[in-house]
């Protein structure tokens, strides 16, 4: 594992680097809104990836970073996508991106609002496409701008992702998206079975992309 420090603006935030031999390309793994790159349940994904063959660069998001409760606004938010994206683009391996609930939504609108370099497609485990409890689909908005493959991996029972509303969003995608649900799983994935079905997901879509 590296420990890396990634300049955002006139800031920095800390970054980890799991590249183990033989991995096969590299999904730059945003954190969620509650959680640090350091969580235990991004810890068990990173460490899971590997094992599948793709290696893993987290990163922190400038609020987590300064120890604050309160996301940072989207701007902020997309300039740590994007600087974590040039620390990725380093690397020799096909790049892919996206993340748990709230980093997987800053990323996909970083991608939409202007291509980050070298990504091929977009992986979101568990898209927060609305609040717990306030149902809507104006967060999905966006993504008709992204013009990359993109891979939603969400539970049956996400208080944040109804399928009712989340199907017919990733439907008027297109082709360039996929929808797996994983059934009985929450917005958490905190059964290590439904985990492993997650990233059993992420990492074939990832190596058959990579290709």
């Known amino acids: 594992m590296d420990k890396l420090t990634i300049p955002v603006g006139e800031e920095t935030v800390s970054g980890l680097l799991l590249r183990p031999e033989g991995t096969k390309a590299l999904y730059l793994f945003a954190h969620g809104a509650?959680?640090?790159m350091t969580h235990q349940a991004m810890e068990?994904?990173?460490?899971g990836l590997a094992a599948r063959g793709i290696a893993t660069l987290r990163y922190q998001f400038p609020y987590m970073e300064k120890g604050s409760n309160r996301p940072d606004r989207p701007p902020v938010a997309h300039a740590a996508v994007r600087a974590a994206a040039a620390e990725a683009a380093k690397s020799d391996l096909p790049l892919f991106a996206g993340g748990r609930s709230f980093g997987g939504r800053m990323t996909s609108q970083a991608q939409a609002l202007?291509?980050?370099?070298?990504?091929?497609?977009?992986?979101?485990?568990?898209?927060?496409?609305?609040?717990?409890?306030?149902?809507?689909?104006?967060?999905?908005?966006?993504?008709?701008?992204?013009?990359?493959?993109?891979?939603?991996?969400?539970?049956?029972?996400?208080?944040?992702?109804?399928?009712?509303?989340?199907?017919?969003?990733?439907?008027?995608?297109?082709?360039?998206?996929?929808?797996?649900?994983v059934e009985g799983a929450d917005h958490s994935f905190r059964v290590a079975a439904k985990e492993s079905e997650a990233l059993d997901t992420i990492a074939e879509w990832i190596l058959r992309l990579a290709q």
């Open 114 to 181: 202007d291509p980050l370099p070298g990504i091929r497609g977009l992986a979101f485990l568990g898209f927060p496409l609305h609040p717990a409890g306030k149902s809507g689909t104006d967060r999905a908005d966006h993504l008709a701008n992204v013009q990359v493959p993109m891979l939603f991996v969400s539970g049956s029972r996400d208080a944040l992702a109804e399928l009712d509303l989340l199907k017919p969003v990733v439907a008027r995608l297109g082709d360039r998206a996929t929808l797996h649900v």
């Open 34 to 36: 509650g959680a640090g």
């Open 44 to 47: 068990s994904c990173a460490q």
